[in-house]
C-alpha cells in the first residue's frame, strides 16, 4: 500500500510538477484517509469502495468540515486513485462520480415512532438470521452508532449486566447505554446464536455473517434494506437513517444536545444542533396539521 502512495508522491513531484503546497496538500489529505481507514472504517486504501469514500465524506460533515473542505479532500482522493488506476493498482476510481452538494443543507430524514417499531419488529427469532438480524437493528436505534462502528464490535464491547456498549472510534472511546429490549436481544443473540455462527473459536466480533466472519457494512446495508421493503415502509432508510432518528427521538423526550453530542460521538455541537432544527420543523408540521385552528 504504501508503495502506491510513495509512487504518487514522485508523480507529483516528477510527472505533474505541482507546487510544494499542492504536495504537501493531496498528500495530507491522502494520508488523513487512509488513518481513517485504518482506525474507523477497517478498509485497505486499495480495497475501498464508492460506499467507504461517500462514508469518510459523512465523517468528515459530522466533525464539522465544510462542503469545501470535503470538495477539496474529495479532489486529492480522485487524483490518488486515478494514479492508482493508471499504474495497474487498481481498475477503477471509486471517487470518480461523488460529488459535495454546495446547495442548502437538508434535513436528514427520520422514522417516527411507529416507524420504528414496524421495522424493528421485521426480524422474526425464528432461526439463527432472525435473532442476529433483530439484535443488529435494536442495537443501531439503541446507540445511534455508525453502521462502520456497529460491524466493528467486538464480543467484549458489550456489557449486558451493565447494560451498555463500549464503542471505539477513530477519536475516543465513548460510553452509550443499551435500553432493555436492546440488552435483551443481544442477550439473546450472543448467548445461543452467535457461537453456532462463527466459523473460529477465536474470531472477536460481535456480528457476523452467515459465513461466519465479521459483518461488512455492505453486509448490513442489504440486511436493513430488505427489512425496509418487508415493513412496507416508503421512505428511504439506510443505516443512518437510524442514527438520525435516535438523536431526534432523544430529544423530542427531553435530552439535551450536550448528551446527545456525547452518544453520537461529534467533536463540534454544530453538527449535534441540526437536529433541534429538525425537532422544530417536525413540531411546526405537526401543529399545522392537527390544531383546529391551523387547518
Partial sequence: MMNVIDGYEDHLIHVKRASQNTI???????????????????????????????????WLSERGKSPATISRVLASLKSFYQFAVASGARDVNPVHDIHVE??????????????????L??????????????AMLELLYATGIRVTELVSLDVSDVNLAGSFIKCV???????????????????????DIRTKLIADPRETSLFVNLSGERMSRQGFWKIIK?????AQIEKDITPHTLRHSFAAHLLENGADLRSIQEMLGHSDISSTQVYA??????????????????R
Wanted: charged residues 30%; proline residues 4%; contains cysteine.
Fill in 24 to 58: 504537501a496538500s493531496y498528500m495530507r489529505d491522502v494520508h488523513q484517509y487512509v488513518s481513517y481507514l485504518n482506525t474507523a472504517a477497517h478498509a485497505d486504501v486499495l480495497g475501498a469502495d464508492r460506499d467507504t469514500i461517500v462514508d469518510y465524506t459523512q
Fill in 102 to 119: 454546495k446547495a442548502e443543507k437538508k434535513l436528514p430524514q427520520i422514522l417516527t415512532g411507529k416507524e420504528v417499531e414496524l421495522l
Fill in 121 to 134: 419488529d421485521q426480524p422474526k427469532c425464528t432461526d439463527m438470521k432472525g435473532y442476529r438480524d433483530k
Fill in 169 to 191: 472510534g477513530s477519536d475516543k472511546m465513548r460510553i452509550i447505554p443499551l435500553y432493555p429490549a436492546a440488552v435483551k436481544a443481544l442477550g439473546d443473540y450472543i448467548g
Fill in 226 to 230: 430488505y427489512y425496509q421493503e418487508k
Fill in 277 to 294: 432544527q429538525l425537532v422544530k420543523q417536525n413540531l411546526k408540521s405537526v401543529y399545522h396539521k392537527f390544531h383546529p385552528k391551523a
